[in-house]
């Protein structure tokens, strides 16, 4: 079994065959090209290409061409020489689909207060200022008894600035500090005769409240605000009564880190904002129904979960996030498989705790605050995908015979076996994009298998919401490539921490960024404002392992011997998330404690954890007495 | 202005910057005016980093390249006659490392708030702002008119041309 790299020469004789074994993924559709004589199988050439569609709709045959073009291309055919092929196998593939959600738990909304806390690059001067805030219009009509803080919009010059506040000076009016809107902090402070606090870069300072009483506190370089972070410090600036500081603690707890903060007191209720409840998740199972709340967090609703094993099906409370989410999924899957949606069953679900950046209600620059979430992952399952109409569809479209192959899961195990080093008994993990799916197979080659809820798109999600964006073929960039910070024109420090130097001089869009190295050394600087290198790579790392380490022990415990893991010897990782270049090590060094030997599969030597299931169809074709 | 603010300042003249303080060189085109070479300083002051002015013929990549290897910082800008200008460092050999138009009061800022950030090594700001429209011009004006050394400038322009012309002949004097 090796792959011809010599274009096919001979004329076919009768005996042989030409098999495409065609695997439709919920990412990926995978092409295993293989010449059939007898029982002698030469594999020739594979091809790959994005799944077009939802797996099992008709919208898969575009896909289809291309990754079967790619594969009759590099076996010396013409790239629609289809007619070459004299069988198509397709998987049947599993009827499930995976839908992915954040449900945001806590969030910050500032009522009785109005703060600013962000980090503008530069900010102007140290210290604290206590004042009331003054339009910066007004301020030749202060009184030279009164202690201000002029707001300061955009339109004016920093020398006209630095002017009327040098005069208000003059005039004996004490100026504590200044919220500035564009990025001029520094240059007014070094215009004045003395240094005060000046917060800039305030996107929306029209919304700055004016004669309120404010606090604008900026840190030295390198140091963070301690006093408007501290709710007693608060308290003391503003006379609050303990009931008060209470309610100022919210304020404090989004300003921590920051460099420069202001608090602004303002009358009671100007900031109103409804809340959506996260809901409750109703899970069925044999013993009748569990209910658990969303916010009590991933470890609640996850052993729920497992209280229930197996899930009959799961259900949201109507009018909640989480109770649309279901829905969703619901529909989705009724829409593909034209079956009632009552009839659709979310099998499985998985849910992750997340930190999500949150715009805070109320605040004036667009701060945001860290809050908790949790990231769902569900899975559904029907009967069957409609995989025959599919199958008739394609042998009309390309004029050859398509036949449907045998359970995906017994496909991948027949694929993962043609890994050297391999037998059975052998458990194998298939991590995918959509779902995380584990198979057994004894010595009797009798096989259980396990649908899982959970993979490449939900570490995807997750990455988004931790770094606090929405584009997901960033998210996808992030989880396939390692990190690196970009040091001058021609050096960059690697997360690992290695240095490497270019001949080139590296773009300067990339230039002091933390950037994505692509395998080309293309290097994708992250447009995330001032993030560094370990938060990235922190959050990345903990989605991976959140989703894929959890699942593949979940996985495992469903189809090991008497459900004890420790009776699993060996477990073979396919799929295209056992690609990633840390998934595979993760994985391996958390099943080491279990003793299981585990790593990443390379199925017919040389193709890596890719075309696992393409390649048992094929194998099957000889077994079935194709 | 107090000492704190000594941040930008014509090299070889009375408003020159400390000896020895690390700078980012700016070099332009003798014609070029002080408000608009003031306007990169802005950009390099809020990031708290000095620029040295200093003035020369030569195309803008020409007083880009002259301008990093004067700089302690290794940092240099370069703007020519027609309004282009080059941010080059000592470390890339050949060509200027950032070429832009500055024509616009912000762009020129962003020149020297970019020129600066590379001199800290931290990311320069994300975009080029566009050309000139009516706002970037409006801001100049206010500064013109309430500078409070308005009335000096004429005084500082005549000592500054003054200046150019005796080096001029001294060089000349020099060569002869």
Redo the contacts between chains.
């Keep these: 079994m090796r792959q011809c790299v010599i274009p096919w020469i001979f004329e076919r004789m009768n005996l042989m065959a030409i098999v495409a074994g065609i695997d439709i993924g919920n990412a990926t559709t995978e092409t295993a090209l293989a010449r059939v004589d007898g029982r002698n199988v030469t594999f020739i050439a594979t091809g790959i290409s994005d799944t077009t569609g939802i797996k099992g709709t008709l919208q898969n045959i575009a896909g289809l061409r291309a990754s079967l073009g790619m594969a009759l291309e590099r076996a010396g055919f013409k790239r629609d020489e289809y007619g070459a092929v004299d069988v198509i196998r397709l998987n049947k593939a599993a009827p499930v689909i995976g839908d992915v959600a954040m449900e945001t738990v806590t969030e910050t909304i500032v009522t009785e207060s109005t703060m600013i806390g962000h980090n503008p ?2 900010p102007g001067g140290v210290g604290v200022g206590l004042g009331t805030t003054i339009s910066f219009e007004g301020i030749d009509a202060v009184r030279t008894d009164e202690t201000v803080i002029p707001v300061i919009g955009a339109k ?5 600035v630095a ?1 009327k506040i040098r005069e208000a000076i003059a005039r004996g009016v004490k100026v504590a500090a200044a919220i500035c809107q564009s ?5 007014i402070v ?2 004045l ?1 003395c240094v005060i606090p000046i917060v800039d870069e305030v996107s929306a300072i029209e919304r700055v409240p004016l004669g309120m009483r404010c606090c604008v506190e900026v840190a030295p370089p390198g140091r963070v605000v301690e006093l408007l972070a501290n709710p007693y410090d608060i308290a003391t600036l503003f006379d609050l009564s303990p009931e008060e500081t209470k309610q100022i603690v919210p304020v404090a707890r989004a300003l921590v880190g920051n460099r420069s903060a202001v608090v602004i007191r303002t009358p009671l209720g100007e900031v109103k904002e409804r809340r959506i409840p996260a809901g409750e998740l109703y899970i069925i199972g044999p013993q009748g129904k569990r209910t658990v709340n969303v916010e009590d967090g991933a470890d609640a609703i996850q052993n729920t979960i497992l209280a229930c094993c197996p899930v009959e099906n799961i259900f949201g409370q109507p009018g909640t996030n989480v109770g649309g989410m279901m829905e969703r999924v619901r529909r989705t899957m009724s829409d593909l498989t034209e079956i009632p949606i009552a009839d659709v069953y979310i099998k499985d679900l998985l849910a992750v705790d997340t930190l999500v950046p949150q715009k805070v209600v109320g605040g004036v620059a667009g701060e945001f605050s860290l809050e908790s979430g949790v990231a769902l992952a569900v899975m559904v399952k029907t009967e069957e995908l409609p995989m025959q109409k599919l199958a008739a569809a394609v042998a009309r479209d390309l004029g050859v015979k398509v036949e449907v192959g045998g359970v995906e899961a017994d496909m991948a195990i027949r694929g993962a076996l043609t890994t050297p080093g391999t037998k059975p008994p052998i458990a194998i993990l298939d991590l995918g994009a959509g779902s995380s799916d584990a198979s057994f197979m004894r010595t009797d080659g009798t096989v259980t298998l396990t649908h899982l809820a959970g993979a490449g798109n939900m570490v995807n999600t997750i990455i988004a919401s931790e770094l606090g964006f929405e584009s997901m073929e960033l998210a996808e960039a992030i989880k396939r490539n390692p990190l690196c910070r970009v ?4 050096h960059i420090r690697q997360e690992d921490g290695t240095v490497r130097f270019f001949g080139e ?1 590296i773009d ?2 990339a ?3 933390v950037s994505l190295l692509h395998d080309n050394d293309f290097m994708q ?1 992250l ?1 995330l404002g001032n993030i560094n290198v370990e938060r990235v790579r922190s959050a990345r790392r903990k989605a991976k392992q959140e989703v894929f380490v959890k699942n593949a022990i979940r996985a495992l415990e469903q189809v090991a011997p008497n459900n004890n893991i420790r009776l699993v010897d060996y477990v073979v990782l396919v799929g295209g998330s056992a690609k990633d270049f840390e998934i595979a090590n993760m994985i391996t060094d958390a099943l080491a404690r279990y003793g299981i030997v585990a790593g990443r599969g390379n199925i017919r030597s040389t193709e890596g954890p890719r075309n696992a299931v393409a390649t048992g169809l094929v194998l099957s074709s000889v077994a079935d007495g194709q | 202005m107090n000492s704190r603010t000594a941040w930008f300042g014509r090299v070889d003249s009375d408003s020159a910057l400390p000896e020895k303080m690390p700078a980012i060189w700016l070099v332009t085109d003798p014609s070029y005016p002080e408000a608009e070479a003031r306007r990169v300083a802005d950009g390099c002051e809020e990031e708290g980093t000095p620029l040295a002015w200093s003035v020369r013929s030569g195309d803008t990549k020409e007083l880009a390249r002259f301008a990093c290897l004067s700089s302690q910082l290794e940092v240099g800008i370069g703007i020519g006659r027609d309004g282009s200008a080059a941010i080059a460092l000592v470390a890339v050999n050949n060509e200027p490392y950032i070429e832009m138009d500055a024509a616009d009061v912000r762009q020129l800022r962003w020149l020297g708030q970019a020129a600066a950030r590379i001199s800290k090594s931290q990311p320069i700001p994300a975009e080029v702002p566009e050309a000139a429209d009516e706002s970037g011009a409006v801001a100049l004006e206010p500064t013109a008119a309430l500078n409070p050394a308005q009335e000096d400038n004429t005084a500082e322009l005549a000592r500054i041309v003054a200046e150019a012309l005796l080096n001029g002949m001294r060089k000349g004097g020099g060569s002869v």
């Design positions: 690059s530069t004016h010059d920093y020398d006209f002017a990025d001029d902090g520094v240059l070094n215009r005769p040091e001058s024109a021609f001089p300067p869009s230039y002091g960024r600087p447009m």
